[in-house]
């Protein structure tokens, strides 16, 4: 005759990870971090703690301290009547970013061949479908999002961290400016011709075109929104989001 299962008392849990407090407060930084560079705001768009929270279903202090982060990274300045507002953009600036932009994303391309897998191509290439799609649509807000996946996806191939955080605080002060000139039909397949070539040029392991071809997608979107400055300088604050 068989015995029952012995009783052994309660079953320790097995050892495991405290959740952190800081959990919630880095996904909420990262997903306002990310709408801004991918375009979601735009210049001089003025934003609340309550707002904000509503947006992401948060309680405020996670978005108040993600805010505070953002704002030490100059992501956003403060109004007269102390407010925070998206940072507004110059043609001074926009020279300055475009410069760099061109230095490093250029770099970060370039070195992105050096370890570029089958899968990796496959990946980039599927985004770039996805982004022309969207421009033969018009649909902005997914050709912003869809472009902002694009390239983060070929520099993170680059493995060069370093440079990559200095390429996307580049991107925090561009990313809201995107949106004055994407709704451009034209701007938006002039950037499909760029992106194409760059895919093009990872495939066939081309570095100076791949380089040659990200210049030409970073000058044609300056040159877009410094025509836009220089014709009407308060352009670059929230007006409808179109000069």
């Known amino acids: 005759m068989s015995e029952g299962p012995i009783s052994q008392g309660p079953i320790p849990l097995p050892t495991l990870r405290q959740v952190s407090r800081d959990t919630l407060q880095e996904q909420v930084y990262r997903q306002i971090r990310e709408a801004l560079m991918s375009g979601r705001f735009q210049p001089g768009q003025k934003l609340t703690i309550r707002g904000l929270a509503e947006a992401l279903g948060s309680s405020p202090m996670p978005v108040r301290e993600a805010l505070q982060r953002l704002s030490a990274e100059n992501a956003f300045e403060v109004t007269e009547t102390s407010r925070l507002r998206v940072r507004m953009m110059t043609l001074e600036r926009l020279r300055e970013i475009r410069d760099a932009r061109v230095a490093l994303e250029g770099l970060l391309a370039e070195k992105a061949l050096q370890h570029l897998q089958e899968g990796d191509l496959q990946e980039i290439t599927d985004l770039c479908r996805q982004m022309q799609k969207a421009a033969d649509e018009v649909d ?24 990559m955080a200095a390429v996307e605080n580049f991107w925090l ?9 994407a709704p451009d039909q034209a701007h938006l397949q002039r950037s499909m011709e760029a992106h194409n070539r760059i895919v093009e040029a990872l495939a066939t392991g081309d570095g100076p075109g791949v380089r040659a071809a990200v210049t030409d997608d970073i000058m044609q979107a300056a040159d877009s929104l410094g025509r836009l400055l220089a014709k009407k300088p308060g352009a670059a604050a929230l007006k409808g989001g179109r000069a």
């Open 140 to 163: 902005v807000s997914r050709y912003l999002w869809t472009n902002f996946a694009f390239h983060r996806r070929i520099y993170a191939v680059a493995r060069a961290e370093l440079t």
């Open 173 to 181: 002060h561009m990313g809201p400016c995107f949106a004055l000139v």
